[in-house]
């Protein structure tokens, strides 16, 4: 289970991990808005490039990206299966018995394909480049303005920092309880129907039984900190927007606008 | 030797900027009916260790031999079941691991696994929940609505109930009551005195280790820095100290009437012996 990739931070020393997390989220969003402009290949080539320098700049490796793409992969040839047997425009591929392949079924999937997998490269430049922490500050800062049509920021970015805060610790807590089960002969891959559904059972009680009593520690924690939702509050960490915080959004912004001017202006 | 460690080395998080070598060439022998305690600071792998006494981690290098199997680096060992019920793991804070309705089917649960009957099961449970200090009257209560400490006992009955042979626990005492741990060592020194078990223990607490163990194993940055038993171990307790480790009170007591003029002999290991050492050498001096 630690070896799971999608969202995961990766503490290391570039320009993009000390970029304002403000800057990168907004960034991300625009980009995303970008891969869903119809630009064609072309477009997907330049927004390719761009996502790639970022991934060298923020010294990631392009195996981290790959493997966060895999569980993907299933998903993919599923639905290629299901374009190959409703899709019948374009050229006809090859014939097998009563069935053809059609040059669309192949694009269709192709598209989707490519822009998963700018999807999951933008993506990650944020998540692998962002500490959790700081990637709350950035969200409640973004929804501040919101707060006027009664949006409660604040709190929720509180709980989307306790969510992300106790991934991790359930995770650990996980593999604990899995070991220590397995201590006492629990089998999680082999035996029979009810031999498994009990040993589930031993993972899943005693998860929920931590899970809750995390949560009422910490609860009290916050309490006997004087913590109530709704103050006001004062941060430790003042989020400031730099010079390359500028050229990120001003980049991720051309980008968009390039990708609009590919699909409708040429 | 039931258990013995060659070249053994483990990697957390292999291939990522998390990796972290938890263990570096370790080389060991557990001897056979005594009980050894694993002592050393918070990361020196001791928990790593334990896991692989039971094949939960798999060496990354090396073999380990336990009882007759042998786990090599890179093997994918199956039915580790047989295994597992011969060397019973207790993990740290151990009362996490309880989920049945009941205090006597969650002891029952381990045996079962193991294949022994419904009955047979039950029947060992109650004879390890004798052991542990818990009575009949526990038997049908929810495991979930008892004390820390009698969680704790519960979930080392859990254990027992497999009647394994070479039993390991991993801080056992850890967040007890001192009655709770003093009950618990003793339990322990029982289980190797009359029954025979092997008993490995990690611990951070010198006067179990001085009042309750044969050998003494210390951990440092991954590998084993000292092996040896526990009178050579704390007779030179400077090179304690220069390991961080404080020696217990009696070491301490006796250091210090040395250092003060007391002629204090090396066999003295109660406080009574001292006690009476004193007493003479005070006597006779007037």
Redesign the interface.
């Known amino acids: 289970m630690?070896?799971i990739t999608l969202g995961r931070y990766?503490?290391?020393d570039s320009p993009i991990h000390k970029m304002d997390p403000r800057a990168k989220i907004l960034a991300m969003l625009l980009v995303l808005v970008a891969i869903f402009m119809p630009a064609g290949w072309i477009g997907y080539g330049i927004i390719f490039a761009a996502a790639s320098l970022t991934i060298i700049i923020a010294r990631l490796s392009f195996t981290f990206i790959w493997k966060a793409m895999k569980p993907m992969l299933f998903m993919l040839v599923f639905l290629f299966v299901i374009n190959a047997f409703l899709l019948k425009t374009g050229d006809p591929l090859f014939t097998v018995g009563s069935f053809t392949l059609y040059s669309d079924a192949v694009f269709q999937t192709l598209y989707i394909a490519v822009r998963l997998l700018l999807m999951v490269m933008i993506t990650t430049c944020l998540t692998a480049t962002t500490k959790p922490l700081d990637m709350t500050l950035g969200i409640e800062d973004l929804l501040k303005p919101f707060q006027k049509i009664h949006v409660p920021a604040h709190e929720i970015a509180m709980l989307i920092s306790i969510a992300l805060r106790f991934i991790p610790d359930l995770i650990d807590?996980t593999e604990?309880?899995i070991?220590?089960?397995?201590?006492?002969?629990?089998?999680l891959k082999e035996g029979k129907i009810m031999e498994r559904i009990m040993a589930i059972?031993?993972l899943?009680?005693?998860l929920f039984?931590?899970a809750f009593q995390r949560a009422e520690d910490l609860a009290n924690a916050m309490e006997a900190r004087g913590y109530a939702p709704g103050e006001q509050r004062t941060r430790y960490k003042v989020l400031k927007m730099e010079g390359r915080d500028y050229i990120l959004l001003f980049g991720a912004a051309a980008l968009l606008a390039g990708m609009v001017w590919l699909a409708y202006f040429r | 030797m039931p258990i013995s460690f060659e070249h053994v080395g483990y990697v957390y998080s292999k291939g990522t900027p998390y990796e972290y070598q938890a263990l570096k060439d370790v080389c060991l022998d557990i001897e056979e009916g005594k009980i050894t305690a694993v002592i050393g600071q918070t990361g020196s792998g001791k928990s790593t260790l334990v896991q692989h006494l039971n094949a939960l981690l798999l060496p990354e290098s090396g073999e380990i031999h336990i009882l007759d199997r042998v786990i090599k680096a890179g093997d994918k060992p199956k039915h580790l079941k047989a295994l597992r019920k011969e060397v019973g793991l207790v993990f740290q804070f151990p009362e996490y691991q309880l989920f049945e309705e009941t205090v006597l089917k969650d002891v029952a649960f381990g045996p079962k696994n193991f294949g022994a009957s419904e009955e047979e099961a039950k029947k060992r449970a109650k004879q390890a929940l004798k052991l542990v200090g818990l009575s009949e009257e526990y038997y049908e209560r929810s495991p979930l609505e008892l004390s820390g400490g009698q969680k704790r006992r519960v979930a080392i009955a859990g254990i027992l109930a497999m009647d394994p042979s070479i039993l390991v626990l991993d801080e056992p005492t850890a967040g007890l009551d001192p009655q709770g741990t003093e009950a618990m060592m003793k339990l322990f020194y029982e289980l190797n005195h009359t029954y025979g078990k092997t008993v490995l223990i990690v611990t951070h607490d010198m006067e179990q280790v001085f009042r309750y163990c044969d050998r003494v194993i210390v951990m440092e940055d991954g590998g084993v820095r000292i092996h040896t038993d526990k009178d050579t171990f704390f007779s030179d307790p400077e090179a304690c100290r220069k390991m961080n480790i404080l020696p217990p009170v009696l070491i301490r007591m006796k250091e210090l009437l040395k250092a003060n003029g007391f002629e204090v002999a090396d066999d003295i290991i109660t406080e009574d012996a001292l006690a009476d050492c004193i007493a003479r050498q005070v006597k006779k001096h007037g």
């Open positions: 630690g070896n990766i503490p290391l807590e604990r309880i070991k220590a089960q397995e201590s006492r002969g629990v089998d059972l031993s899943i009680v005693p039984v931590s």
